[in-house]
């Protein structure tokens, strides 16, 4: 069983920047895609970024690109992902997701991932 802990996030003016990260608890995370979703309020669960299992191959949603950045280390068996021009609409519940499934053309499809952290407030103010 893959257990994924989240941590980071907060509130930040429009503009900043922010860190969320969260570790697995499997010994071959290495093998696992990972991927970041987010949910805000009456809206469904949006895709944010993902990456490979080799760290080789990065992925991001339109509205992201350019000012988030996913990184992991598999050594510390830790994802991260940096939050750059922070903007209101940015508001959300970010999720950590891990998945053997996902490969580069479902990537940011969300059921592809079969263990989620337990999500991460991350308010923009403006």
């Known amino acids: 069983q893959v257990q994924v802990v989240q941590s980071g996030g907060g509130l930040v003016q429009a503009g900043g920047s922010l860190r969320v990260s969260c570790t697995a608890s499997?010994?071959?995370?290495?093998?696992?895609?990972m991927g970041w979703f987010r949910q805000a309020p009456g809206k469904e669960r949006e895709f944010v970024a993902a990456?490979?299992?080799?760290?080789?191959?990065?992925y991001y949603g339109d509205s992201v690109k350019g000012r988030f950045t996913i990184s992991r280390d598999n050594a510390k068996n830790t994802i991260a992902l940096r939050m750059n021009n922070l903007k209101p609409e940015d508001t959300a519940v970010y999720y950590c997701?891990?998945?053997?499934?996902?490969?580069?053309?479902?990537?940011?499809?969300?059921?592809?991932?079969?263990?989620w952290g337990q999500g991460t407030q991350v308010t923009v103010s403006s």
């Open positions: 990456i490979s299992w080799s760290g080789s191959s990065t």
């Open positions: 997701a891990a998945g053997l499934r996902p490969t580069a053309p479902t990537m940011g499809v969300h059921n592809m991932y079969d263990h």
């Open positions: 499997a010994r071959t995370l290495r093998a696992f895609a």
